[in-house]
């Protein structure tokens, strides 16, 4: 099973042993919907009615337009990441975001980052395994400030040991992961002794090439300052929802929030992390003495909210491609994170 952020690629033998394709969906289903079920169980919906009635809904179009411009946002550390290595449009980085994120949202194990990285790739006649190396890279920028704004929230706001716990397993895998990286783009000639004695030599040796440009440009170290505001702009929707919702908490419980629910949902789930975002939702919020009838009607307000917008823009943008969706959903479940042994395979 190899992990990379927000990508998940189940071997058909682990161990030796068979695992089914549909094993892995069929666990992200299940975890999402017992979540739904714990989410809501208990609710008053009497009380929840009531609530949605109060909503002031002029804070929802903010809301909606904070979480669209997160990823276009992305598209700008995206393109600095690359652009050391090769040149892309602004709009086709806009372009496979918004696809991608329609693919997650309707598909299980979030295939939307290998589909973003295959449509550019495609787009900018760039190798394929650098474009996901990017995206590999966007998501260790994003570990490393999630782990840094996450302890320090430990500092001020008491967290449940199990989520602590977990934030420290998730930071020592983020640093062998970043470590790991650092020595293919800083240290090419020993990354290059390594790769030498894999089937896949010519064209991995392409790929450190191209890492090390990436990590010699001042364009690296921007798309990571970059990375701060992207995990901030993500605060915004949450904030600008509690205010639609008459929550009385301020701009650091939403961060909170967010903090604990990027921090649960690293794992490929469900499509859209139905379920178990609800239940973080109302962990979170439980921390700043809300009750669990509001919490729970508040977390199923963030989720329609930010997933239809990104439904909407993502078949937008997924029409303009003048592809299909079966298409794309194919080359997710048939490229690997292993680059072909072909050097001018792109």
Sequence with gaps: MVLTGSMLFVPRK????????????????????GSLIWAFHGVDFRALIKDYASIVWAWVPLAVIADLSVYVWQSVRWN?????????????????IYVGLFANEILPMRPGEVIRAYLLGRWSDARFSVVLSSVII?????GIWLMLAFFVATLVVPMPRFLVEGGKLT????????????????????????VSTTRWATTLRGLVEDLHLMGRSRAFYASFLASLPYLL???LPIYFLMRAYTLDLSFWAATV?????????????????????????????KLFGVDKT??????????????APLLAAGSVAL??????FAELRRHAETLSPVPAADPQAR
């Design 14 to 33: 682990l161990l030796g042993i068979h695992v089914p394709s549909w094993l892995a969906p069929a666990l992200g289903y299940a975890i999402s919907i």
């Design 80 to 96: 600095l990441l690359l652009a050391p290595v090769k040149r892309v449009s602004r709009w086709r980085s806009v372009q496979a």
């Design 138 to 142: 966007e998501r260790i920028f994003d």
């Design 171 to 194: 930071a020592v895998f983020v640093a062998v992961v970043a470590v790991l990286l650092a020595i293919v783009m800083f240290r090419k000639h020993h990354a290059h002794a390594v």
């Design 233 to 235: 702009l993500q605060v």
């Design 257 to 285: 929030v967010l903090l604990i629910v990027r921090l649960g949902t690293i794992l490929p789930q469900a499509p859209g992390n139905v379920g178990v975002l609800q239940i973080l939702t109302e962990l979170a919020l």
């Design 294 to 307: 509001t919490a729970a009607g508040f977390s199923a307000i963030v989720w329609i909210v930010i997933t």
């Design 319 to 324: 029409i303009v491609t003048g592809m299909r």
